[in-house]
Protein backbone atom coordinates (compact mmCIF):
# COMPACT_ATOMS: atom_id res chain seq x y z
CA UNK A 1 0.00 0.00 0.00
CA UNK A 2 1.40 3.54 -1.09
CA UNK A 3 1.91 5.92 2.42
CA UNK A 4 1.85 9.25 1.57
CA UNK A 5 2.59 12.26 4.37
CA UNK A 6 2.34 15.79 4.16
CA UNK A 7 4.47 18.62 5.87
CA UNK A 8 5.06 22.15 5.84
CA UNK A 9 1.62 23.88 6.71
CA UNK A 10 1.43 26.18 9.75
CA UNK A 11 0.43 29.70 9.65
CA UNK A 12 1.09 32.60 7.34
CA UNK A 13 -0.35 36.10 7.17
CA UNK A 14 -2.46 36.58 4.12
CA UNK A 15 -0.03 37.65 0.88
CA UNK A 16 2.43 35.76 2.21
CA UNK A 17 4.00 32.42 1.48
CA UNK A 18 4.29 28.61 1.97
CA UNK A 19 5.67 25.74 0.49
CA UNK A 20 4.03 22.38 1.08
CA UNK A 21 5.45 19.04 0.86
CA UNK A 22 4.15 14.55 0.25
CA UNK A 23 6.61 12.61 0.71
CA UNK A 24 5.62 8.85 -0.56
CA UNK A 25 6.78 5.73 0.47
CA UNK A 26 7.33 4.97 -3.08
CA UNK A 27 7.70 6.49 -6.61
CA UNK A 28 4.38 7.37 -8.10
CA UNK A 29 3.72 8.41 -11.78
CA UNK A 30 0.17 10.44 -10.52
CA UNK A 31 -0.20 13.03 -7.97
CA UNK A 32 -2.21 15.98 -6.60
CA UNK A 33 -3.27 18.25 -4.20
CA UNK A 34 -6.56 18.18 -2.88
CA UNK A 35 -8.29 20.61 0.22
CA UNK A 36 -10.99 20.65 2.05
CA UNK A 37 -13.10 23.20 3.21
CA UNK A 38 -15.36 23.12 6.60
CA UNK A 39 -18.42 21.99 5.33
CA UNK A 40 -17.88 21.33 1.54
CA UNK A 41 -16.77 18.65 -0.49
CA UNK A 42 -12.95 17.96 -1.02
CA UNK A 43 -11.78 19.91 -4.08
CA UNK A 44 -8.63 19.50 -6.29
CA UNK A 45 -6.00 21.84 -6.35
CA UNK A 46 -3.54 21.07 -8.34
CA UNK A 47 -2.28 17.38 -10.19
CA UNK A 48 0.50 16.47 -12.17
CA UNK A 49 1.67 13.47 -14.18
CA UNK A 50 4.76 11.46 -14.91
CA UNK A 51 5.34 13.72 -17.93
CA UNK A 52 5.46 17.03 -15.94
CA UNK A 53 1.79 18.29 -17.20
CA UNK A 54 -0.10 19.99 -14.82
CA UNK A 55 -3.77 20.99 -14.29
CA UNK A 56 -5.23 23.63 -11.50
CA UNK A 57 -7.90 24.77 -9.98
CA UNK A 58 -9.33 28.17 -11.48
CA UNK A 59 -8.85 29.45 -7.75
CA UNK A 60 -5.28 29.01 -7.53
CA UNK A 61 -3.99 29.76 -11.16
CA UNK A 62 -1.29 32.14 -10.83
CA UNK A 63 -0.34 31.85 -7.33
CA UNK A 64 0.08 28.04 -6.59
CA UNK A 65 2.79 25.93 -8.43
CA UNK A 66 3.12 21.86 -8.37
CA UNK A 67 5.89 20.13 -8.54
CA UNK A 68 7.48 16.87 -8.00
CA UNK A 69 10.92 15.39 -7.27
CA UNK A 70 11.41 11.87 -8.83
CA UNK A 71 14.09 10.82 -7.43
CA UNK A 72 13.32 11.77 -3.52
CA UNK A 73 10.00 10.78 -3.66
CA UNK A 74 8.43 14.03 -3.06
CA UNK A 75 5.45 16.19 -4.38
CA UNK A 76 5.36 20.08 -3.54
CA UNK A 77 2.71 22.75 -3.74
CA UNK A 78 4.94 26.50 -3.67
CA UNK A 79 1.32 28.51 -2.32
CA UNK A 80 2.05 32.46 -3.32
CA UNK A 81 -0.11 35.23 -2.55
CA UNK A 82 -2.04 33.73 0.33
CA UNK A 83 -5.98 34.53 1.10
CA UNK A 84 -7.90 33.99 3.85
CA UNK A 85 -9.89 31.63 1.17
CA UNK A 86 -6.99 28.94 1.02
CA UNK A 87 -7.11 28.77 4.78
CA UNK A 88 -7.86 25.22 4.86
CA UNK A 89 -6.82 21.31 5.36
CA UNK A 90 -4.40 20.41 2.18
CA UNK A 91 -3.94 16.94 0.98
CA UNK A 92 -1.72 14.94 -0.76
CA UNK A 93 -3.17 12.30 -3.30
CA UNK A 94 -1.56 9.63 -5.92
CA UNK A 95 -3.55 7.27 -8.35
CA UNK A 96 -2.25 3.80 -10.02
CA UNK A 97 -1.83 5.09 -13.84
CA UNK A 98 -4.34 3.57 -16.18
CA UNK A 99 -3.62 0.33 -18.31
CA UNK A 100 -2.10 2.43 -20.84
CA UNK A 101 0.06 3.73 -17.87
CA UNK A 102 -1.67 7.36 -18.28
CA UNK A 103 -3.23 9.21 -15.31
CA UNK A 104 -6.71 9.04 -14.58
CA UNK A 105 -8.72 11.53 -12.79
CA UNK A 106 -6.91 15.15 -12.91
CA UNK A 107 -8.71 17.67 -10.03
CA UNK A 108 -11.33 14.95 -9.47
CA UNK A 109 -11.09 12.95 -6.14
CA UNK A 110 -12.52 9.95 -7.08
CA UNK A 111 -10.10 9.22 -8.93
CA UNK A 112 -7.14 9.08 -6.50
CA UNK A 113 -6.91 5.86 -4.27
CA UNK A 114 -3.75 7.35 -2.13
CA UNK A 115 -4.47 9.79 0.29
CA UNK A 116 -2.05 11.48 3.20
CA UNK A 117 -3.62 12.42 6.41
CA UNK A 118 -3.31 16.47 6.07
CA UNK A 119 -1.87 19.31 7.08
CA UNK A 120 -3.35 22.48 8.19
CA UNK A 121 -2.56 25.67 6.35
CA UNK A 122 -4.24 28.86 8.41
CA UNK A 123 -3.96 32.25 6.82
CA UNK A 124 -4.55 35.18 9.37
CA UNK A 125 -5.40 38.80 7.64
Known amino acids: QVQLLESGGGSVQAGGSLRLSCTAS?????MAWFRQPPGKEREGVAS???????DYADSVKGRFIISKHKAKNTLSLQMNSLKPEDNVMYYC??????????????????????WGPGTQVTVSS
Open 26 to 30: ESQYC
Open 93 to 114: AAADVRSDYECPGGLSASAYGY
Open 48 to 54: IDWEEST
